[in-house]
């Protein structure tokens, strides 16, 4: 089973930065693409930014020009830049691809990490 764990999140003031690392772990996969969603209060879990195998990124209009995401091996990492209050949110990090073995797809969540971006 893939696992991921995030890290990285806390509280910064309005126009401040912060950077959020996701590592995936286990055995016998192979990830197609990896990306961070995020939950505000009282919203639905919406898209920030995804990467994919070939390095085809996507992010959400919201944070076009803010945030940038990378990876390297099975670790993702979203530097996010002028954080502003709507910001703030539960991000998660996710997962897709497949299992060596039988060939079978997996998509993986994480736990969340909290985010806060005071004014």
């Known amino acids: 089973q893939v696992q991921l764990v995030e890290s990285g999140g806390g509280l910064v003031q309005a126009g401040g930065s912060l950077r959020l690392s996701c590592a995936a772990s286990?055995?016998?996969?192979?990830?197609?693409?990896m990306g961070w969603h995020r939950q505000g209060p009282g919203k639905q879990r919406e898209l920030v930014a995804t990467?994919?195998?070939?390095?085809t990124i996507n992010y959400a209009d919201s944070v076009k020009g803010r945030f940038t995401i990378s990876n390297v091996k099975n670790t993702v990492t979203l530097q996010m830049n002028s954080l502003r209050p709507e910001d703030t949110a539960v991000y998660y990090c996710?997962?897709?691809?497949?299992?060596?073995?039988?060939?079978?797809?997996?998509?993986?969540w994480g736990r969340g990490t909290q985010v806060t971006v005071s004014s």
């Open positions: 990467i994919t195998l070939g390095r």
């Open positions: 996710s997962a897709n691809g497949y299992y060596y073995d039988g060939m079978n797809d997996f998509s993986s």
């Open positions: 286990g055995s016998g996969f192979k990830i197609r693409a």
